[in-house]
């Protein structure tokens, strides 16, 4: 019984149809790698707020401006 948990940020709204094929993507992974049934595999998708994100020790939106002072 896989469980797979997907975080991404809310930031860009993702769209019913978007999680709706990541869902069938990674189930469809699932049964062509390991031979697991759909039926008993779920994928949970979390979706968290920017502020709550970090990267490289940073919150996100700082990391960004490293970046892009950086580059």
Avoid: C, H
């Avoid at 993702?14 to 992974?29: E, F, S």
């Avoid at 031979?35 to 990391?63: C, H, M, Q, R």
């Amino acid at each position: 019984m896989p469980y797979v948990n997907i975080k991404i940020t809310r930031e860009g709204g993702t769209t019913a149809a978007q999680k709706a094929a990541l869902i069938r993507g990674v189930t469809d992974v699932l049964v062509q790698v390991l031979g697991k049934s759909p039926a008993t595999t779920f994928v949970v998708i979390d979706e968290v707020a920017l502020d709550n994100w970090g990267v490289g020790g940073l919150p996100v939106e700082a990391y960004r401006r490293q970046l892009a002072t950086e580059g």
